[in-house]
Each structure stands twice: as structure tokens, then as C-alpha cells.
């Protein structure tokens, strides 16, 4: 008999995003189970980024939510070409709003943002 690995994904999100609501509504009427974390309420700590990002394989910059309010207020658009990655890593972890939403992860695989077709052969 062959058994099935039931997948925990955790849903980091912002109940006011629509983007993450389209999302919510595209993994619930697909039956993919999630968790539900909410990226203001409960940020991610600098080591979890750290860890989602080495096993997401993308660019660092990529996890940041660059049309939001709380990246232009800081003037994070010339600050994040040249930073390091720690001090990258330090402002995700600093305002879960710098994070781009929403951000499906397991133990090995990472989703940022919502792309319905990428969410498809990723998870169908």
C-alpha cells in the first residue's frame, strides 16, 4: 500500500489584500488545505524568511512587496539593489507589509504572489 504525503502549506497573507483573497478562494475550491497566517498580525521571524528563501530558490528581492505603501515610505527601491542579503533579510522580517503576498510555502516549495497557472502546475 502506498501512502500519501499529506503536505502542511502555510498561507502567509493579509485579510485586506485582494490578490490574497483570490488566492484563498483558488486553494479552497481546488481542496488544497492550508494554514492561514496573517503577515501583520504574525510576521515571519528573519531566520523563517531565511529559511522560505533558501528553499524558494529565488531572488531575495523578489519577496518584496514592492507596490506597497510601507516599501515606497521607506525608499526601498534603491536601498534593496545594493543591500546584503542580511539586510535584507532584517527589513523582511521588520514589517510583515514588506513582504509580497501571498506566500505559500511548504518543505519544498515556495510560492510568491498569486498566479493562478503557476498555482495550477505547482499544485495540481
Known amino acids: 500500500m502506498i501512502k ?5 502549506m502555510k498561507f502567509y497573507g493579509y485579510k485586506k489584500c485582494s490578490t490574497v483573497k483570490r488566492a484563498k478562494k483558488w486553494l479552497q475550491e481546488n481542496n488544497i488545505g492550508f494554514e492561514e497566517i496573517d503577515l501583520v498580525d504574525e510576521p ?3 531566520e523563517e524568511i531565511k529559511k522560505i528563501y533558501e528553499v524558494s530558490g529565488q531572488d531575495l528581492k523578489k519577496f518584496f512587496n514592492t507596490s506597497g505603501v510601507k516599501y515606497r515610505e521607506l525608499g526601498l527601491k534603491d536601498i534593496v539593489k545594493t543591500a546584503s542579503e542580511e539586510e535584507l533579510l532584517d527589513l523582511l522580517a521588520s514589517d510583515g507589509k514588506l513582504i509580497k503576498r501571498p506566500l505559500l510555502v511548504d518543505h519544498e516549495k515556495v510560492l510568491i504572489g498569486f498566479k493562478e497557472n503557476e498555482y495550477k502546475e505547482n499544485l495540481l
Open 4 to 8: 500519501e504525503r499529506i503536505r502542511i
Open 44 to 46: 515571519p521571524t528573519k
